[in-house]
T-cell receptor, first 119, second 108 residues
Framework: DTGVSQNPRHKITKRGQNVTFRCDPI?????LYWYRQTLGQGPEFLTY????????KSRLLSDRFSAERPKGSFSTLEIQRTEQGDSAMYLC?????????????????FGPGTRLTVL | AQRVTQPEKLLSVFKGAPVELKCNYS??????LFWYVQYSRQRLQLLLR??SRESIKGFTADLNKGETSFHLKKPFAQEEDSAMYYC??????????FGKGTRLSVIA
């Protein structure tokens, strides 16, 4: 499977514990995005990387959240001291950002998500 | 601020009937608009984007800048079209902003 993969697919944890999720993008993609989706909502942007550089972070990303993409390939999203409000589906997407005729084309391909439940 | 509104949470139509999923956006510039679809137990996937001006699985969407809309249409609904549909917007080099989604249910 050459699509975006995410691990684990499900995570149940107790409040106060730390969790880490992994995303493996499509191999030639230079951009990687993290989104969060709660019930009845569309995905909400958290942060994104171009290669290993973290270019933008949403205000949704509190200090308890940290994301890395150390070699410009896979990425990890860590949540420290989890709270019940962190329960959600965490989605990863990747894209190949190229400039053609001054326009950026940037179709995002999504992974299956990691469903986090904080008890 | 950018915003995407999908006014219908659920849309039920009979097989063979026309479908229109509404999407309105607020953004003062020239955005890129997308429709993503999520079938049961599958990942979110791109259905179509306005700059491609294409028809995918019989669906089309036209960007109407005057009405700031990007409605998704299909003349004859099929049962396999039942899914969750998300409209999304982005500016150049920014992340996607999604609507809350519309669940389409096609009744046989």
């Amino acid at each position: 499977d050459t699509g975006v993969s995410q691990n684990p697919r499900h995570k149940i944890t107790k409040r106060g514990q730390n969790v880490t999720f992994r995303c493996d993008p499509i191999s030639e993609h230079n951009r990687l995005y993290w989104y969060r989706q709660t019930l009845g909502q569309g995905p909400e942007f958290l942060t994104y990387f171009q290669n290993e550089a973290q270019l933008e972070k949403s205000r949704l990303l509190s200090d308890r959240f940290s994301a890395e993409r150390p070699k410009g390939s896979f990425s990890t999203l860590e949540i420290q001291r989890t709270e019940q409000g962190d329960s959600a589906m965490y989605l990863c997407a990747s894209s190949l950002s190229i400039m053609a005729s001054g326009l950026s084309t940037d179709t995002q391909y999504f992974g299956p998500g990691t469903r986090l439940t904080v008890l | 601020a950018q915003r995407v509104t999908q006014p219908e949470k659920l849309l039920s139509v009979f097989k063979g009937a026309p479908v229109e999923l509404k999407c309105n956006y607020s953004y003062s510039g020239s955005p890129e608009l997308f429709w993503y679809v999520q079938y049961s137990r599958q990942r979110l996937q791109l259905l179509l984007r306005h700059i491609s001006r294409e028809s995918i699985k019989g669906f089309t969407a036209d960007l109407n800048k005057g009405e700031t809309s990007f409605h998704l249409k299909k003349p004859f609904a099929q049962e396999e079209d039942s899914a969750m549909y998300y409209c999304a917007l982005k500016r150049r080099n920014t992340p996607l902003v999604f609507g809350k989604g519309t669940r389409l249910s096609v009744i046989a």
